[in-house]
């Protein structure tokens, strides 16, 4: 039987999140949510960057993680004709 290393889920999700320096919504486990990006993590805990100040969570505390959605632009308006002039 070949040993593999086990496969650690957590640290990919982060490490691509942190990589696409993506915006992501943090719901702790006493309801309070963080927004911010990841800057660093490790086993026990992430470095959250929250309005330019760094937070440390402690991974036992979050109760789930997320990319926020990506915001698409409006479409655009369709033009409004020009009023012909008054004779």
Not at 15 to 25: E, I, M, P
Not at 29 to 46: M, V
């Amino acid at each position: 039987m070949i040993n593999k290393p086990p496969i650690n889920v957590q640290d990919g999700f982060f490490y691509q999140l942190r990589k696409d320096n993506t915006l992501v919504d943090v719901v702790l486990l006493s309801e309070r949510k963080r927004l911010g990006r990841i800057k660093r993590f490790d086993k026990y805990a992430l470095v959250l960057d929250v309005d330019g100040r760094e937070e440390m969570i402690y991974k036992h505390a979050i109760a789930s993680v997320s990319p926020t959605p990506v915001a698409r632009p409006a479409a655009p308006a369709a033009p409004v004709p020009n009023p012909a002039p008054a004779p």
